[in-house]
Structure formats: C-alpha cells, structure tokens
C-alpha cells in the first residue's frame, strides 16, 4: 500500500536550488539538506497547495538519497508517514501567509479602510534641528540631526495631535542644541498630553543639556546618548534616572561603555553599533550573523510570516525631520510633509514602500536565499555599508547541518 509523507503545518521549507532546509517553528530546530533531483522532486510536491504538504513517498523508495531525506524527516520529527488511505485521513497544511489584510485589499476599499490604515502608525520621532555633528549616524538609529532650520513646538504638537491613537506606542524627540531651541518649555508642557509615549534624547557633549535637564518635568523619559570619549558634567548630577544609549564603533568603545555604566550605577543602557567607514571588521565580528546564528534565531511562525511581509526593523515608523519632509527611513525618498494627514503619509508610504515593506525578498543578494525569512529584516547599516546583507558566511550553501 502506497504511504505519504506529510511535513508537519509548523515546518516551512524552503529552496535555493542547492540545498533545501526544514525549519519547525514550533521546536525551533532545523534541517539542512542537498538537494539532489529525487529531493528536489519530493520537495516540489511538498510545496504543491493541492497537495496539502503531502507527497507519494513509493515512486522515491529505489533512490538511496530520498530514502534517506524520508527517513531524516520522520526521525528528527518534521513528519510522519502514513497509509494514504487512513482513516480518520490525515491532512497537514502548508504555513501560507494569511493576505486578507494586505495592503493591496486595503487600498482597493478606500477611506473605508481609515482606521484600519491608521492602526500601522505605532511611532513618531522628530528631529528638532540645530548644530550637531554631522556624521550620518541620523541614518543609522536616533542621533541629532545637523539643520540650521528648527521645527517650531506649535508645529510639533499639532501634528502629534493630528497623528495621536492607541496604536501609537513611542514618541522620540530628538534635540540637536538644547539650548538652541526656541520654545523649549512650551514644548514640554503640550507633551504633557503624551507623557507617558514620550522620550526625550540629548547628546552628552551638547553644552546645553546640563543647564535644559534639570527643567524636564518628572514623568518624561530622558535618554543620554554617548559617542566617542565618554565623559560625566552637571547632568549626572539631578538626581533625575536617566537611559543611556551608547554608540560605539569598535569593541574599545563597548568595553568603555560598560565601565562607564559601572562607575555611575547605570543600569538603562542601550549599545547601538554605527558604522563610521573604517569599522568594516567591527561589524563583521559583532554585528553581521553567521549561518549558525541565523539557525539559533528561534523565530516562531508569527515572526516568519512578518518577516515574508513587512520589515520589522522599519514598519510603522515615521520621523520627522527639521525642513518638516516626513520620511518612513531617514536618508530615503521622502513621502510628505507635516501638513500632510497622517493617513495620507501611510497610504503614501505603503505605495512608494520606501520603507516598511523593504524585505529581504527585494534584496539581490538574499532574495534567494535558504535563511532569508530567519534573517532581521534589512536595515540601515546595509545601505551605510554598501553591503546586500549582514550574512557573515558568504559561502551559504556550506555544509553546516543544525538538528
């Protein structure tokens, strides 16, 4: 009697026309495999929808390589063989992507779709402007932008008003000179109405966060952030909690941030790595991820299906920058102004997709990869960097083999 092969509804599998790889999102293991024609034959029955994740193992019984592929999938448990005419039958189903709320279906139903739409926009940054360093790491995560314009607070808040939900979990406001800036006690009072979404970043170095952090009132978050020579001034000395982020571009800086967090009792730290040009290496040992890290991911099937999707690194973030253009990634096209609706920022956005739908599926060098919906979503440091992606293996079809 002829029996199947039916691979488990939390195993995705997926091909590069070398090697296939079984990824079971419910135990977080996998699979790597060759594949030779007879795999390659049971895999593209696998992947069939009519055949619900099934195959006729007997035609592939003579062939020595798919015998041994059968007998690793049931042993390492990403299937099981059956009778084909088992009673209950025995069904599994491929984990497909759910589309009925992609973006295409949402746009076709028009402002019917408004608070659909409205619910992506979960964060706002605004780069107020003034004199900072000009050294691209706006790019890259949050850091001060360098404009001699200023975004005025009235501006500020009536957009923050016009944008306010539920959905709306962070507002990051970005000071490049504090002391710089006009209206900086009229700002703070109209964030008293977001107070608890609100951070407030000042860079360590700018002369005059020791003389603005001691007038912030209590409630906000006030965030730090380090770079180059770490040093302590009057702020330290509020008695105010602070988070720190340090940015660092070498493993010296790293090792320096966390004797500096020692010495002041810091315990809200956050080390974010920037490129600076020269530091190539640093992010090749410590940031990019080898194909044995990219297996130890343990994404569970929600994340996969996200990273098929959307970026995560990027989706339903907007910021805004001193001349008032709204971008959804600082450093790419931007996709309106202020004065444009939020909802219209969204919708322009999700059609430029500039940002937010950026998946490594869109990138050269993965979209043809085994590991691609393992990997992070593509980030800023890969255009900084020049680079298609952060894999650390260049050689991905290796022979590594993760059970």
């Not at 189903?93 to 992506?120: M, T």
């Not at 910021?319 to 971008?327: A, F, M, N, R, W």
């Amino acid at each position: 009697m002829d029996k199947k092969l039916t691979l488990k509804t939390d195993v995705f599998l997926w091909m590069d026309g070398i090697h296939g790889l079984l990824y079971d999102s419910s135990r977080h293991e996998s699979f790597k495999f060759p594949l030779g024609n007879a795999v390659s034959g049971l895999c593209a029955g696998f992947l069939d929808p009519d055949n619900l994740y099934s195959v006729f193992v007997e035609t592939y019984m003579k062939d020595e390589e798919a015998v041994r592929f059968i007998n690793e999938v049931v042993r390492r448990g990403f299937g099981f063989l059956h009778c084909a005419d088992d009673v209950p039958y025995k069904v599994s189903f491929p984990p497909l992507l759910n589309l009925q709320r992609s973006w295409e279906r949402l746009k076709s139903r028009g402002e019917s779709a408004y608070n659909e739409i409205l619910l992506y926009l979960t964060s706002v940054t605004v780069y107020t402007g003034g004199d900072s360093p000009d050294n691209g790491y706006c790019t890259q995560t949050v850091y001060p932008v360098r404009s001699d314009s200023m975004l005025p607070p009235e501006r500020i808040l009536d957009f923050l008003r016009r944008a306010d939900s539920m959905y709306i979990s962070e507002i990051r406001i970005v000071f490049s000179s504090a002391d710089e800036y006009p209206g900086m006690q009229k700002l703070l009072a109209g964030l008293e109405h977001f107070k608890p979404k609100v951070s407030l970043y000042f860079r360590v170095g700018d002369p005059g966060v020791a003389a603005i952090v001691p007038l912030i009132p209590n409630g906000f978050r006030t965030v730090l952030l380090h770079e180059g020579n770490l040093h302590a001034d009057a702020a330290y000395q509020t008695g105010k909690p602070f988070g720190h982020m340090f940015l660092v571009s070498s493993e010296d800086e790293c090792a320096a941030g966390e004797r500096f967090c020692g010495r002041f009792g810091i315990a809200d730290s956050e080390f974010i790595p920037v490129f600076n040009g020269y530091n190539r290496d640093f992010f090749k040992s410590n940031v990019f991820l080898t194909e044995e890290e990219i297996l130890r991911s343990r994404l569970s099937r929600r994340e996969i299906f996200a990273h098929q999707a959307l970026n995560t690194y990027s989706f339903g973030k907007l910021s805004l920058l001193p001349d008032g253009k709204v971008y959804a990634a600082v450093g790419r096209e931007a996709i309106g102004d202020m004065d444009d609706t939020p909802y219209s920022l969204i919708v322009s956005e999700m059609d430029k997709n500039t940002a937010w739908r950026r998946t490594r599926d869109m990138s050269e060098g993965c979209r043809t990869c085994i590991y691609r919906y393992l990997c992070p979503s593509p980030s800023p440091y890969e255009e900084a960097m020049e680079t298609v992606c952060i894999c650390a293996d260049k050689a991905k079809g290796g022979s590594h083999d993760t059970a």
